[in-house]
């Protein structure tokens, strides 16, 4: 009989990252940005899953769970890494982490096989790679035997953003540390004095257990949880690696998180719950004074990234995305600039980006969801220029990818070939543009573009008409399953 433990890692991928306006948006989130490297959190989250593997850990492609409307995002990003998800499970709304975490287990229990899940955000960084594999690799083996594993945060500041975990300290024979209690987000003076006591830890939101485990806590302590979500993933549709659990029976779900439903109520119970110390340099990334803390630094304590030029000041973060932003005699101040929006915060109230973002959502303003440039799984566009009655934009459309067969009741458009070559259906013609050629689609006209080559195709397209707006589309055929 094989000791090797079957490990399913879990991504959990469905945030909104609010706190990192303008930056974050709803369609582009920020566990698919680069904030430091060369790679978006998500991406980063898959591959220190998969380093976990060892003589006697199997890891298996990781489980995404995630947002309908970022499933090509997430594919797309996980290509650039050449790692290949074992299933993408969609929700059709949120419903928080408990019927997420749900879904994973009962997907990973569909082949008879009881393997450990390794579940984290999508949405942290660690910077010390091998302390991150040593300590996972650690709690999949002590998870094995059915307990539950969390990964606490050793503190190195009185933090008032985070729930805490206490713990002491195992009887002999035992491993990790047993877990007493989950406290909310402190006061100042309570962070410190949690800081001064050793046995508190932040929560870190990541855990490992089996898949059985997890169902087995669940239905002790939030049966209605499991029921309704068993009910969702019966009606489940499959699409290649896309599951869909029923729409329906899905919003029906209560919405819980993992701690609220489970985690909180196993102290005292007869389900062992215990904790390593993870000292991996991690950050949850969850505001901009966040971003501050693990950014390099000059020698007044400013970081910047892109274009940026600050003078005479110190502590500030600078984040420019697409033109010049100087800054003069600041200190504790983030300014975050985007092609259309500009954030200017004091750097202790960055938690509260979030009532911006809830503002511009309940005045249904397009900035709080799209960036100007906006990602499609066939490339992306970029808003370039907008007047009465018309716009301009930029678009690119990757390699062997086709738009889909479409109309438009109150617009024609303008298509300029900038470079590559798009192959243009309008309306029963077919024809070819290559560099500096153009065509005219009437209003009413049906009509695609395609790239048929291998090389980005990039055009600029010229709308005119009454109204402009991304819902004046009637689609007919489209390789994505749009509607």
């Given at each position: 009989?094989?000791?090797?433990?079957?490990?399913?890692?879990?991504?959990?991928?469905?945030?909104?990252?609010?706190?990192?306006?303008?930056?974050?948006?709803?369609?582009?989130?920020?566990?698919?940005?680069?904030?430091?490297?060369?790679?978006?959190?998500?991406?980063?989250?898959?591959?220190?899953?998969?380093?976990?593997?060892?003589?006697?850990?199997?890891?298996?492609?990781?489980?995404?769970?995630?947002?309908?409307?970022?499933?090509?995002?997430?594919?797309?990003?996980?290509?650039?890494?050449?790692?290949?998800?074992?299933?993408?499970?969609?929700?059709?709304?949120?419903?928080?982490?408990?019927?997420?975490?749900?879904?994973?287990?009962?997907?990973?229990?569909?082949?008879?096989?009881?393997?450990?899940?390794?579940?984290?955000?999508?949405?942290?960084?660690?910077?010390?790679?091998?302390?991150?594999?040593?300590?996972?690799?650690?709690?999949?083996?002590?998870?094995?035997?059915?307990?539950?594993?969390?990964?606490?945060i050793t503190p190195d500041r009185p933090e008032t953003g985070f729930g805490y975990i206490r713990s002491k300290a195992a009887e002999a024979g035992q491993q990790g540390m047993l877990v007493e209690q989950f406290v909310e987000k402190p006061d100042?003076?309570?962070?410190?004095?949690?800081?001064?006591?050793?046995?508190?830890?932040?929560?870190?939101?990541?855990?490992?257990?089996?898949?059985?485990?997890?169902?087995?806590?669940?239905?002790?302590f939030r049966p209605d949880i499991l029921a309704a979500t068993r009910s969702a993933w019966a009606q489940r549709q499959t699409d290649s690696k896309f599951v869909r659990p029923g729409k329906a029976e899905f919003a029906a779900i209560p919405s819980?998180?993992?701690?609220?439903?489970?985690?909180?109520?196993?102290?005292?119970?007869?389900?062992?719950?215990?904790?390593?110390?993870?000292?991996?340099?991690?950050?949850?990334?969850?505001?901009?004074?966040?971003?501050?803390?693990?950014?390099?630094?000059?020698?007044?304590?400013?970081?910047?990234?892109?274009?940026?030029?600050?003078?005479?000041?110190?502590?500030?973060?600078?984040?420019?995305?697409?033109?010049?932003?100087?800054?003069?005699?600041?200190?504790?101040?983030?300014?975050?600039?985007?092609?259309?929006?500009?954030?200017?915060?004091?750097?202790?109230?960055?938690?509260?980006?979030?009532?911006?973002?809830?503002?511009?959502?309940?005045?249904?303003?397009?900035?709080?969801?799209?960036?100007?440039?906006?990602?499609?799984?066939?490339?992306?566009?970029?808003?370039?220029?907008?007047?009465?009655?018309?716009?301009?934009?930029?678009?690119?459309?990757?390699?062997?990818?086709?738009?889909?067969?479409?109309?438009?009741?109150?617009?024609?458009?303008?298509?300029?070939?900038?470079?590559?070559?798009?192959?243009?259906?309008?309306?029963?013609?077919?024809?070819?543009?290559?560099?500096?050629?153009?065509?005219?689609?009437?209003?009413?006209?049906?009509?695609?573009?395609?790239?048929?080559?291998?090389?980005?195709?990039?055009?600029?397209?010229?709308?005119?008409?009454?109204?402009?707006?991304?819902?004046?589309?009637?689609?007919?055929?489209?390789?994505?399953?749009?509607?």
């Open positions: 009989m094989s000791n090797k433990i079957q490990v399913q890692p879990v991504i959990m991928a469905g945030g909104s990252g609010t706190r990192l306006w303008p930056l974050s948006r709803a369609a582009y989130p920020k566990q698919f940005l680069i904030l430091s490297g060369n790679t978006s959190l998500f991406q980063q989250a898959a591959q220190r899953l998969a380093a976990l593997a060892s003589d006697d850990l199997v890891i298996a492609g990781p489980d995404i769970v995630g947002n309908e409307e970022h499933r090509f995002l997430i594919l797309d990003q996980l290509r650039e890494t050449r790692l290949d998800p074992r299933s993408v499970l969609l929700e059709p709304m949120g419903r928080n982490t408990a019927p997420a975490l749900t879904l994973a287990a009962l997907n990973a229990l569909q082949d008879g096989q009881d393997p450990v899940l390794v579940v984290t955000p999508a949405d942290q960084t660690v910077t010390l790679a091998e302390a991150f594999t040593a300590c996972l690799q650690q709690a999949i083996r002590q998870a094995a035997d059915g307990s539950i594993v969390i990964l606490g100042a003076d309570t962070a410190q004095r949690y800081l001064e006591a050793g046995n508190y830890f932040w929560n870190s939101g990541m855990f490992v257990l089996r898949a059985s485990t997890w169902l087995t806590a669940l239905e002790r819980e998180s993992v701690d609220y439903a489970v985690m909180e109520r196993c102290p005292g119970s007869d389900i062992t719950l215990r904790m390593l110390a993870l000292d991996a340099g991690w950050s949850d990334l969850g505001a901009w004074e966040a971003v501050w803390q693990v950014a390099d630094k000059d020698s007044a304590g400013n970081a910047s990234q892109g274009d940026a030029i600050i003078s005479d000041s110190r502590n500030t973060l600078v984040h420019a995305t697409s033109r010049l932003v100087s800054v003069v005699g600041l200190s504790d101040v983030v300014v975050v600039e985007t092609a259309d929006a500009v954030l200017v915060s004091d750097r202790a109230r960055s938690q509260d980006v979030k009532k911006i973002v809830a503002r511009l959502d309940a005045e249904k303003r397009g900035e709080q969801t799209l960036h100007r440039k906006v990602h499609r799984p066939w490339g992306w566009y970029d808003s370039i220029d907008s007047g009465e009655r018309f716009q301009v934009k930029r678009i690119m459309v990757k390699p062997g990818a086709t738009l889909s067969l479409q109309m438009h009741h109150h617009r024609a458009e303008h298509w300029i070939v900038v470079s590559g070559t798009a192959e243009v259906t309008n309306g029963d013609k077919v024809i070819l543009l290559t560099e500096n050629q153009s065509t005219y689609i009437p209003l009413g006209e049906t009509h695609r573009l395609a790239n048929p080559g291998k090389v980005p195709l990039e055009i600029i397209e010229v709308q005119s008409g009454s109204y402009l707006g991304e819902d004046d589309i009637v689609r007919f055929e489209d390789s994505y399953g749009r509607r």
